[in-house]
């Protein structure tokens, strides 16, 4: 799957065929790392995915004690925000 087409399928501008080429297409998003590079709501939603095991988190993945801490190069993901900050305490204050 190309990027075009997964970035697509995700956002329902393409149609899609099942509900497996969705879930296909966030994979695709998570494993090159467009989730998180794009608007927001593909980082929350992929992280969503991820969460309830629809998708898998991506190669280098790592838990932190609060929810999914996803590694990928410099940039880090946790409760849902993206940093370049390697700790997800900086966030807590948005979870109150």
């Known amino acids: 799957m190309d990027n075009y087409t997964a970035t697509g399928l995700a956002e329902g501008f393409i149609e ?3 509900e497996e080429q969705v879930l ?4 695709h ?3 090159t790392g467009l989730a998180w590079q794009l608007q927001g709501f593909f980082g929350r939603t992929a ?3 991820i969460e309830q ?3 898998n988190a991506p190669q280098g ?3 932190c004690q609060h929810s999914t801490f996803l590694m990928t190069t410099s940039t880090f993901f946790c409760h849902g925000r ?3 900050i390697p700790s ?4 807590m204050s948005d979870l109150t």
């Open 53 to 55: 095991g629809y998708i």
């Open 47 to 49: 992280a969503s995915l």
């Open 24 to 27: 296909e297409a966030w994979q």
């Open 16 to 18: 899609a065929e099942s």
């Open 29 to 31: 998003l998570v494993d």
């Open 88 to 91: 997800c305490g900086w966030m």
């Open 82 to 84: 993206v940093s370049t």
């Open 61 to 63: 993945a790592e838990s």
